[in-house]
């Protein structure tokens, strides 16, 4: 599915899957180099796993080697997505809490310093500053 606009397709709507159409043999190849790479061979069996369920996601189920334990997490992760840790939703409520702060406060700021810059332009010109005060 592509977005259009006047006809011209500017972007397609999805995001393509960059492991989709690697090889097996070829991906899990891949992993094991990247692996040994970054110190991770201890769990190379586990990172071939996780790039075989992410290479095919929709079909997870069919993918040798997973234990029961992995399939019954993975089948808790689709059938129920929004079951989180109580830490991550107080992250995520603290984060836009601060989020707002600093918004506010940038904004109260900015007009502190709009109105200190027209008051330093007004001097003594008392009937611009009575209509700032009246403004205020």
Request: charged share 20%.
């Amino acid at each position: 599915m592509a977005v259009t606009h006047g006809g011209n397709v500017l972007t397609s709507s999805r995001i393509k899957n960059p492991l989709a159409g690697i090889p097996r043999d070829k991906l899990l190849r891949q992993v094991t180099e990247f692996a040994e790479q970054n110190y991770l061979s201890d769990i190379t069996p586990l990172l071939q796993k996780g790039a075989m369920v992410a290479q095919n996601p929709s079909d997870w189920e069919n993918v040798p080697g997973l234990t029961e334990e992995e399939k019954s997490a993975l089948d808790a992760e689709v059938t129920h997505k929004w079951r989180q840790p109580r830490a991550m939703y107080m992250t995520v409520i603290l984060c836009s809490i601060g989020a707002a702060v600093q918004y506010v406060s940038c904004v109260t700021r900015d007009a502190v310093r709009m109105q200190l810059t027209s008051i330093q332009r007004l001097g003594s010109n008392w009937i611009q500053w009575r209509e700032l005060v009246v403004a205020c």
